[in-house]
């Protein structure tokens, strides 16, 4: 039987990996990957720094959690987007970060370089601006449950959140060629509007990604 319960902070090591496997690419690496190249910290790590110092738009109470037989199998969050800063890090966050993560202040700023020189220091850059009043992110679940239904029963469960809470234009993304969860956006409502394809990517910014594409659905009320 599944069930669902929001995240606490006994969780942050779930949904690091949760965060880790939505964001990998069809050549299985992540955006995060590519920033902490040559940094001695793990991907999963620096991810659950960013989830417990708040360094992130999305907290660790917006995650709701499915589980199965007591174990964790599925996790995404949903929050209300930001209209400030576009951008995955909360610079002002920055600082409890590094020391978090126990990093000098050289590497701090190595980090903050690749940042910028990867999204650019415009806080709004087109790309990435929200599809939607409220958005859907970081869409996961466990590799031993996946082809079961969990990720269908996660998508709905998160709308009928947004429903209790009257919030009736929700968005979510999806890398490019992940063709599982693009059939399971579409499953339970969820309508491509617009695709950023890697060529952007490398001729704007100058590094391979495979792109995504957005996703918006208007839902009903609750009567």
């Known amino acids: ?25 069809s050549e299985k690496r992540c955006f995060w990957d590519d920033l902490l190249e040559g940094i001695p910290t793990e991907t999963e790590a620096f991810l659950a720094a960013m989830l417990t110092t708040k360094a992130t738009h999305c907290q660790i109470d917006d995650f709701l959690i499915v589980e199965r037989d007591e174990q964790l199998v599925a996790a995404a969050c949903i929050y209300a987007a930001t209209q400030e800063d576009y951008r995955p890090l909360r610079l002002e966050q920055m600082d409890k970060l590094a ?14 370089d690749r940042y910028f020189q990867v999204l650019g220091h415009d806080p709004k850059p087109t790309f990435l601006k929200p599809q939607a009043p409220w958005i859907i992110e970081y869409v996961a679940v466990v590799a031993e449950a996946r082809g079961q239904g969990v990720g269908k029963f996660l998508l709905r469960s998160l709308l009928e959140q947004a429903r209790q809470k009257d919030q009736l234009h ?54």
Not at 106 to 111: D, L
Not at 200 to 216: H, I
């Open 170 to 223: 929700v968005g979510i993304m999806v890398v490019n060629a992940n063709d599982r969860a693009y059939k399971a956006y579409e499953s339970v409502g969820f309508r491509p509007y617009e695709t950023t394809y890697s060529s952007y990517f490398l001729n704007n910014f100058g590094f391979e990604f495979s792109g995504f594409t957005k996703f918006g659905q208007i839902l009903t009320p609750v009567v």
């Open 99 to 112: 020391k978090a993560l126990g990093w000098p202040v050289q590497t701090k700023t190595e980090f903050c």
């Open 1 to 25: 039987m599944l069930t669902t319960r929001l995240a606490t902070a006994a969780d942050v090591s779930f949904l690091a990996h949760v965060v880790y496997e939505a964001l990998l690419s």
